[in-house]
Structure formats: structure tokens, C-alpha cells
């Protein structure tokens, strides 16, 4: 059953760029993380600044192997430090 998780962030002013190069990092190695199905980086329509992440795994299992990478975690710790508080991150199970 897929497993999906899904993260909406707004960079703070200024690291637009270091955010957005973070986050293609970010993709890659979830990409190669055994039991990754896809990885998709997106922007919105309007001009809220906000980009979102979206990856699909095969498991949950799959998703937080790779949410334990070492390498993964340094790159969640410094996107979080370049975005504004309150970003989304949320997980979801196909039914």
C-alpha cells in the first residue's frame, strides 16, 4: 500500500535559493532510498513564496528508513533552519 508524505514550507526572506537547493539535494537522496517510488518538488499557482515537497513510497517502512538516513536528517535540519515556522509536513496512507 502506498505511502506518501508531503512537506509545504515557505522559505524566510532571503534564502529562496539555499531553500530551493536544499530541497533538490533533499530529493535526490530520498529518491534513491530503497522502496521510493517518485519524488516530485512543486510550486503553487499563486504567489504565496510557499514550495512543497511530495515523495511516494511503497511503505511506511520505506519512508522512515529513509526519514533515518543520516545524510536525510542533515538536510531536513538545515532546510528547517531557512524556512519560516509553522511549515506542513504530513503522511498519508492510500485507501
Known amino acids: 500500500m502506498p505511502y506518501i508524505r508531503l512537506s509545504i514550507m515557505k522559505p524566510r ?5 539555499r531553500v530551493e537547493e536544499l ?4 530529493d ?5 532510498s530503497p522502496g521510493c ?3 516530485y518538488l512543486m510550486r503553487p499557482h499563486d504567489e ?3 514550495i512543497a ?8 517502512e520505506a519512508a ?19 524556512v519560516e ?5 504530513r503522511a498519508f496512507f492510500t485507501i
Open 48 to 50: 504565496s513564496g510557499e
Open 13 to 17: 526572506r532571503g534564502e529562496e535559493a
Open 53 to 60: 515537497r511530495l515523495a511516494i513510497y511503497d511503505s511506511e
Open 37 to 39: 517510488q517518485v519524488t
Open 85 to 89: 515556522p509553522g511549515h506542513i509536513e
Open 64 to 82: 522512515e528508513h529513509a526519514a533515518n538516513d543520516t545524510h536525510i536528517m542533515a538536510l531536513r535540519s538545515e532546510i528547517h533552519l531557512c
Open 28 to 32: 535526490q537522496a530520498v529518491a534513491a
Open 23 to 26: 530541497l533538490r539535494k533533499l
